[in-house]
């Protein structure tokens, strides 16, 4: 029974002094609102207006009712006129987080246009490599790189997460290159340890629609992105990394491309949010703004990159010196 409903018709029938004028600002038909008032009178067992030919009056009871009642009417129609205002406008705390790497590189240069935008917003970002639970942690959002597991969250995919292997010049001059993947069992490797585990088996296309799976190894393992890279950087082995984390690195020379030929299958960047109903605003906003910067990715030069990269000098095979 909608029975706080039925004392704001009341209160509006004392105010407008009849029950036709109290209807017709409400959008009610006279007989659904006598119905409602006598409704609310048999439910509280007590006569609550006077009617006579001119005029309604209230009882003592419904006087008491309005006096008391009106204060917890009024405070209800401001809280949910409040929420149905929350619905509309991007206000409130939004809970981000990210892959350190990522949020690091290019989360964080984006956050300055996107507060500008909306004003009324606050913005509290969590960095980490671990994966986090979005309800129990109370995040309204999470940016997530490669597979998604939890079916229970809903997926806005941002780009596409293409990947390449890579290794520092100074490595491929000391132990040559490998020119297939199963050459990587002669390499050290560096590898990332994620949710799943240590990621040691590589998946590589090879060319015809079908795969190749190899194990590989190597003495030093993390799982942080970030330590990957300084590693392959200062030549202690070869790792699988996201185009848009080494796209400096492949360009200025640091890192160069291996086994060009046998790609690696791309994953995807995601906006993951913990519901599909009643996302906040403030939510929206912020996944449409990155679709929108990450509709042509920055990083996509890395594709530049590569190609420069592969118009090189053919590399040494594994054993091979430079010199």
């Known amino acids: ?26 959008d009610l038909s006279v007989a ?11 439910d ?29 009417v009024e405070d209800l129609e401001a809280l949910t006129g409040g929420l149905r205002q929350a619905g509309v406008d991007v206000s409130g705390t939004l809970r981000v987080t990210a892959s350190a790497s990522f949020g690091r590189q290019y989360l964080s240069p984006l956050l300055p ?20 639970d979005l309800v129990s942690s109370g ?35 000391r132990h040559g290159t490998p020119r297939t993947p199963q050459e990587l069992a002669d390499h050290e490797c560096v590898l990332l340890v994620g949710s799943q585990g240590r990621q040691d088996v590589w998946r590589f296309g090879d060319g015809a629609g079908g795969e190749i799976v190899v194990r590989v190894r190597g003495r030093m393992e993390t799982n942080y992105g970030e330590i990957v890279r300084d590693a392959v950087v200062a030549g202690m082995g070869i790792a699988i990394h996201s185009s848009w984390h080494v796209v400096r690195d492949l360009r200025e020379g640091r890192l160069v491309q291996v086994l060009a030929d046998y790609p690696i299958v791309d994953s995807g960047i995601y ?31 890395a594709a530049q990159a590569i190609r420069e990269a592969e118009v090189l000098a053919p590399l040494p095979r594994a054993g091979e010196g430079l010199g």
């Open 1 to 26: 029974m909608d029975r706080i409903g039925d004392i704001a018709l009341f209160l509006r029938v004392l105010d407008l002094g009849s029950i036709s004028a109290a209807a017709r600002s409400l």
């Open 32 to 42: 659904v609102a006598s119905q409602r008032l006598k409704r609310l009178e048999r």
């Open 113 to 132: 246009e996107f507060l500008a935008l909306h004003p009324r917003v606050k913005l509290s970002i969590h960095l980490t490599d671990q994966m986090v």
């Open 271 to 301: 906006a993951v949010m913990p519901q599909r109903r009643l996302v906040p605003p403030r939510v929206r906003a912020f996944v449409d703004f990155l679709a929108g910067k990450f509709a042509v990715p920055p990083w996509n030069q």
């Open 139 to 173: 995040f309204d959002l999470a940016i997530r790189i490669g597979a998604l597991d939890d079916s229970t969250l809903v997926a806005r995919k941002l780009a596409v997460n293409h990947r390449v292997l890579c290794a520092s010049p100074e490595y491929l001059r």
């Open 44 to 72: 509280l067992g007590v006569r609550l207006l006077h009617r006579t030919t001119r005029r309604l009056h209230a009882t003592p009871e419904g006087a008491a009712l309005a006096e008391q009642g009106r204060p917890l």
